[in-house]
């Protein structure tokens, strides 16, 4: 079993920045990704970017250009700076890891609030 723990969800103003952080109990897995989801009420959960323990990144449309995603594999934490955020990113963030041809995994998420 691995826990997912996140930090750094919060309120800004529209424009402003975040950092979210998730950290992974455990490192012992093989090739994987890591990355960041969002959900608001009614809607489905969606990718906003993840990154693989390769180091390949992909983005979701919304966010390329604004957020960055990164992995400390020393730290097994993955983060996710969110510049330029705009009120359409308030949501639920939840920290996702998929191991190839293992588990699957969520944080508890975390709240984003962009007020305008």
């Known amino acids: 079993q691995v826990q997912l723990v996140e930090s750094g969800g919060g309120f800004v103003q529209a424009g402003g920045s975040l950092r979210l952080a998730c950290a992974a109990s455990?490192?012992?897995?093989?090739?994987?990704?890591m990355g960041w989801y969002r959900q608001t009420p009614g809607k489905p959960r969606e990718l906003v970017a993840q990154?693989?323990?390769?180091?390949?990144?992909t983005y979701a449309d919304s966010v390329k250009g604004r957020f960055t995603i990164s992995r400390d594999n020393a730290k097994n934490t993955v983060y996710l700076q969110m510049n330029s955020l705009k009120p359409e990113d308030t949501s639920v963030y939840y920290c996702?890891?998929?191991?190839?041809?293992?588990?699957?995994?969520w944080g508890q998420g975390t709240q984003v609030t962009v007020s305008s």
């Open positions: 455990r490192s012992d897995f093989g090739f994987n990704y």
């Open positions: 990154v693989s323990s390769s180091g390949t990144t």
């Open positions: 996702n890891l998929r191991v190839i041809g293992g588990g699957y995994y």
